[in-house]
């Protein structure tokens, strides 16, 4: 949904293009994949009932994994060139991040600090950058402040998830900012984002990148984000995370349309 959304906003027109499709397919195989090392890696004392789901449906996620890395390598050998090279960075951030390749078993995930940045980082890149080069656009200011916004707002939005998950990262000795900060200072961080997310916004809008429509969606989507994180704390059921939360992944472009 959000390279849909940098294709539209950077591009002028709805495009699905075969990026696109590589990009959900690839994000569906490594959510499978990392869900199904989780479940390894998670100790018996914090099997929540979300563990059991993910359990329960073990050989779906296997499934959903096989069929959409199939269709992924397909695609990425029918990409050019240049799309291949500047897919390998963000691609070895993502599989790392899923996949034990580092000494002792662990992921990038498991390293103290760096989880939120590396989602922040790689989701930028896939979903803004590499549209961009795919539509020859790689030396565009645009594109770089919505790279920056794009960043900005998943970071945003991965903040509720470390905050949910301070009890199984302690657990796993893996120290995140909501640890080290405390949850109220950890929101705070959150709505600070959000203000630059909103700064760059703003900078693509006043170099007629985004029109006051497209100005209003995206501040509108940061609000809402906003407000939801304010209700975020370690109690809150898990539907709240994986179904309102990650929704708003899929707001901004249906706001833009609307708008």
């Not at 499709?21 to 998670?42: P, W």
């Not at 914090?46 to 959903?64: G, V």
């Not at 397909?74 to 034990?100: C, D, E, H, K, W």
Request: with cysteine; proline share 3%.
């Amino acid at each position: 949904m959000l390279c849909l959304q940098t294709y539209y906003l950077l591009g002028g027109h709805l495009l699905i293009s075969s990026f696109s499709i590589f990009a959900g397919l690839a994000t569906l195989l490594l959510y499978s994949v990392h869900r199904l090392i989780g479940l390894q890696k998670i100790k018996v004392s914090s099997q929540q009932s979300r563990f059991q789901h993910i359990r329960d449906y073990r050989t779906l996620l296997l499934s959903l994994a096989i069929i959409s890395g199939a269709i992924c390598i397909v695609l990425f050998f029918n990409m050019n060139t240049r799309l291949q090279i500047a897919l390998l960075l963000p691609a070895l951030i993502s599989v790392g991040y899923a996949v034990p390749l580092l000494p002792g078993g662990k992921r990038l995930r498991d390293l103290n600090h760096i989880k939120i940045f590396l989602i922040s980082i790689s989701w930028a890149l896939i979903t803004v950058m590499l549209p961009a080069i795919d539509m020859h656009l790689l030396k565009n200011i645009p594109m770089l402040l919505m790279t920056a916004e794009r960043c900005c707002y998943i970071f945003a939005l991965t903040i509720p998830f470390d905050i949910r998950d301070v009890a199984i990262d302690t657990e796993n000795k893996v120290q995140t900012l909501p640890q080290k900060l405390g949850i109220k200072k950890a929101k705070i961080l959150a709505y600070g984002a959000l203000v630059f997310m909103l700064l760059f916004t703003w900078s693509n809008y006043r170099i007629d990148t985004y029109n006051i429509q497209h100005l209003l969606a995206i501040s509108l989507s940061a609000l809402v984000c906003a407000v939801l994180i304010s209700f975020v704390n370690k109690e809150k059921s898990d539907y709240y995370y994986t179904g309102v939360i990650d929704g708003m992944l899929m707001l901004q472009f249906p706001l833009l349309l609307l708008f």
